[in-house]
């Protein structure tokens, strides 16, 4: 499955249960028919979509431990908002939505510092107001994006990453 249909499939299957639709059935995708499955325990929902090109699991809840690769970590003192695990074959990763007190450059610069000391190259920094961006990727696949913004009092950040997504 193409990454794009990885990402709004899931969400789409979380709309349709939102709405009380079924827990499992199919839906139509540009890459062909998927088959879903919705199942909740607490606050974390987890969906399992299968088609053609193999199965993509996707476990979320504002407090699921976010399945990190090695060296990248929830900001220290963060509160996180959600967090969504996905895996795909080989490919796995994670999403994460804080909230901080920290200032964006002050986050952007953690995450810039722990990426490098785990083996990461910094590949874009991008700071435009009070948005600030740091992304790179290792040698063996490994991937991140950090995103945060201060136009608002506390400071949200986005977190991605992962392997082959």
Same mark, same amino acid.
């Given at each position: 499955?193409?990454?794009?249909?990885?990402?709004?499939? !899931?969400?789409? @299957?979380?709309?349709? *249960?939102?709405?009380?639709? /079924?827990?499992?059935?199919?839906?139509?995708?540009?890459?062909? /028919?998927?088959?879903?499955?919705?199942?909740?325990?607490?606050?974390?929902?987890?969906?399992?979509?299968?088609?053609?090109?193999?199965?993509?699991?996707?476990?979320?809840?504002?407090?699921? #431990? !976010?399945?990190? !690769?090695?060296?990248?970590?929830?900001?220290?003192?963060?509160? @996180?908002?959600?967090? *969504?695990? @996905?895996?795909?074959? $080989?490919?796995?990763?994670?999403?994460?939505?804080?909230? *901080?007190? $920290?200032? !964006?450059? #002050?986050?952007?610069?953690?995450?810039? $510092? #722990?990426? =490098?000391?785990?083996?990461?190259?910094?590949?874009?920094?991008?700071?435009?107001?009070?948005? =600030?961006? @740091?992304?790179? #990727?290792?040698?063996?696949?490994?991937?991140?994006?950090?995103?945060?913004?201060?136009?608002?009092?506390?400071?949200?950040?986005?977190?991605?990453?992962?392997?082959?997504?």
């Amino acid at each position: 499955m193409r990454l794009a249909t990885v990402l709004l499939a !899931p969400a789409a @299957v979380l709309a349709l *249960s939102a709405c009380g639709s /079924e827990r499992e059935g199919t839906m139509q995708t540009e890459d062909g /028919e998927v088959a879903y499955e919705i199942s909740e325990n607490g606050d974390q929902t987890n969906v399992r979509l299968n088609g053609e090109d193999g199965e993509v699991t996707v476990d979320t809840g504002a407090n699921l #431990k !976010p399945d990190l !690769p090695d060296g990248l970590a929830v900001y220290p003192g963060a509160k @996180v908002t959600s967090a *969504s695990n @996905v895996g795909m074959g $080989d490919a796995a990763g994670a999403l994460v939505s804080m909230e *901080s007190s $920290d200032a !964006p450059e #002050k986050i952007v610069g953690w995450y810039k $510092d #722990k990426a =490098k000391a785990a083996g990461y190259e910094i590949e874009t920094e991008v700071s435009t107001g009070a948005l =600030k961006i @740091v992304s790179g #990727k290792t040698a063996d696949g490994r991937e991140f994006n950090v995103v945060a913004n201060g136009g608002a009092s506390p400071t949200t950040v986005q977190l991605t990453a992962g392997r082959g997504l």
